[in-house]
């Protein structure tokens, strides 16, 4: 959703269209959109007054969100919709007088934007240290959420050792993990029973193709993390009959087919499969009432309703990997 609003951002307005933080944690899909005009910054009073600014799918605290709305003359965010679950399920528990215990990794955006929620009723947890001297000012009020891009094995030990602590431990009643994360890590446990070395495709700055090389190993299987082709070591592969290749959610497909072929496979592709993923996130209301404001300007100069429909008809069918695509050719929308 995020990469598609994106694209949508730099084919309506004249670069430069700014991003608050990398749109994904993925480096060529960011050096896709740089080449295509984008700009990101790390703090919104590097945006200039009246620029078009996106706010990145990691989710931004209130303060940033303000901020971009009062500068930008287009403020598009796209955070998505299970951080934003995250977001609310703090805000409630903060102003219900919980202390909050957000399991997550220190310094990375989703992070940073969660725990700005209700910065005085939150404490970041990193998940390799555990609860430590968590604590709460009331043992009876504790909420335990997390960042959505987690290992399931880290959120898991750090809720046993917080309900063996808590007895009334809220948690939420769906799990905040992300399902394309917790997908790809039940899969890359099959993959890796059934290969000899995983090549996992993603950047070294996204935790959910980290947490994909940790569970890999746990499952004793050697596992690298590749951001594509040129990075794959020839020994990796010497003497290897199976060669597992699997991504992070934000690799772009046509990394993860460069990599397949890089490796030249002899005998051909299998493909696992062991979940079917068909959730849809429409895009950013904001960004949606824009383009059918556009869309009605255009159709009025003209006179007459678009023959094949509006812009956003065949949204669920566009996918980032043609968003992606488009943004190499420079073709139309």
């Known amino acids: 959703m995020a990469i598609k609003a994106l694209t949508w951002m730099v084919r309506v307005f004249e670069p430069p269209v700014y991003c608050y933080h990398e749109i994904v944690h993925n480096a060529s899909v960011v050096e896709a959109f740089e080449r295509a005009g984008v700009v990101f910054v790390d703090a919104i009073e590097d945006v200039p007054e009246g620029a078009p600014v996106m706010l990145s799918a990691h989710g931004s605290g209130p303060d940033v969100v303000t901020a971009a709305t009062s500068r930008a003359a287009v403020t598009v965010d796209a955070v998505c919709p299970l951080v934003t679950k995250v977001h609310h399920e703090v805000k409630r528990k903060a102003s219900e007088g919980y202390d909050i215990i957000y399991i997550g990794h220190h310094g990375h955006d989703e992070a940073v934007g969660t725990v700005a929620e209700a ?14 001297d968590f604590s709460p000012a009331d043992p009876s009020k504790v909420a335990l959420v997390a960042q959505t891009t987690l290992g399931m094995y880290e959120w898991e030990e750090v809720l046993r050792e917080a309900d063996d602590r808590y007895a009334s431990l809220w948690t ?26 995983v090549l996992v ?28 082709p040129d990075a794959i070591e020839a020994a990796w592969l010497d003497g290897v009959d199976v060669v597992g290749v ?10 993860v087919r460069a990599v397949i072929e890089a490796v030249g496979p002899s005998e051909g592709v299998e493909e696992l499969r062991t979940a079917t993923e068909d959730e849809y996130f429409p895009l950013p209301p904001s960004l949606r009432a824009f383009l059918s404001a556009l869309q009605s300007v255009v159709e ?34």
């Open 172 to 197: 939420s009643r769906k799990s905040d993990l992300c399902y394309a994360t917790t997908n790809r890590q039940q899969a890359i446990e099959v993959l890796a029973d059934r290969s000899d070395v």
């Open 201 to 228: 495709v993603g950047s070294a700055t996204s935790s959910n193709t980290n947490a994909l090389v940790r569970v890999a190993e746990a499952s004793g299987t050697p596992a690298y993390r590749v951001d594509g």
């Open 119 to 132: 910065p005085g009723a939150v404490t970041l947890v990193d998940p390799a240290d555990g609860l430590g």
């Open 246 to 255: 699997t991504a992070g959610a934000s690799a772009p497909d046509q990394a």
């Open 300 to 333: 009025a100069g003209y006179g007459a309703p678009a023959a094949q429909g509006g812009p956003l008809d065949s949204d669920r069918e566009w996918t980032a990997t043609a968003a992606l695509d488009l943004l190499g050719t420079g073709s139309a929308l």
